[in-house]
T-cell receptor, first 112, second 111 residues
Framework: KQEVTQIPAALSVPEGENLVLNCSFT??????LQWFRQDPGKGLTSLLL?????REQTSGRLNASLDKSSGRSTLYIAASQPGDSATYLC???????????FGAGTQVVVTP | EPEVTQTPSHQVTQMGQEVILRCVPI?????FYWYRQILGQKVEFLVS????????KSEIFDDQFSVERPDGSNFTLKIRSTKLEDSAMYFC?????????FGPGTRLTVL
């Protein structure tokens, strides 16, 4: 059974520092891994999608890496800003249009 | 930019009542999903839907739940005889070529 874990559960950094968020999964037979952002009481905003054949994806200040063999993904956010404060979720997908299985998220606070 | 929309944003109901949560997926997407998130817990998969039928459902999705695509744009989740433990945020998502896009959610409160 697939288990998705995110460590740490919470993180507080001063503005300008780089953020490193970790996601691990127990079953390496995944098709996609997707990173989301969730603001309090709001929906999920897709940040990055990494297909299993890829090693990383980049969008602006965000970079996500994927190491399937070790069951890990890392989301890097460069030069953090207060507006980056949110909960970040990772989710894995076993088949191309299959269900997403989510981690519990990392709650990030960026202080000015 | 196209987005998934959901109505209502907040639904309050009495235990035992039926509710229908509505979603309009992104127009050219073919795969549709419902998830829920109980306060303080992980986002959980409920059901996926493709070509007018359920393609996968979780253990949570029992006879109390049903989904329907009544026309070319809407996708609904019906919960019959709601229970207190059904209180949660319900998210609709849609997908075309990989990667799922989520709506803003409906907060369901069962009293």
């Amino acid at each position: 059974k697939q288990e998705v874990t995110q460590i740490p559960a919470a993180l507080s950094v001063p503005e300008g520092e780089n953020l490193v968020l970790n996601c691990s999964f127990t079953d390496s037979a995944i098709y996609n891994l997707q990173w989301f952002r969730q603001d309090p009481g709001k929906g999920l905003t897709s940040l990055l999608l990494i297909q299993s054949s890829q090693r990383e994806q980049t969008s602006g200040r965000l970079n996500a890496s994927l190491d399937k063999s070790s069951g890990r993904s890392t989301l890097y956010i460069a030069a953090s800003q207060p507006g980056d404060s949110a909960t970040y979720l990772c989710a894995v997908q076993r088949a191309s249009w299959g269900k997403l299985q989510f981690g519990a998220g990392t709650q990030v606070v960026v202080t000015p | 930019e196209p987005e998934v929309t959901q109505t209502p944003s907040h639904q309050v109901t009495q235990m035992g009542q039926e509710v229908i949560l509505r979603c309009v997926p992104i127009s050219n997407h073919l795969y549709f999903y419902w998830y829920r998130q109980i306060l303080g817990q992980k986002v959980e998969f409920l059901v996926s839907f493709y070509n007018n039928e359920i393609s996968e459902k979780s253990e949570i999705f029992d006879d109390q739940f049903s989904v329907e695509r009544p026309d070319g744009s809407n996708f609904t989740l019906k919960i019959r005889s709601t229970k207190l433990e059904d209180s949660a945020m319900y998210f609709c998502a849609s997908s075309q070529t990989g990667g799922q896009f989520f709506g803003p959610g409906t907060r369901l409160t069962v009293l």
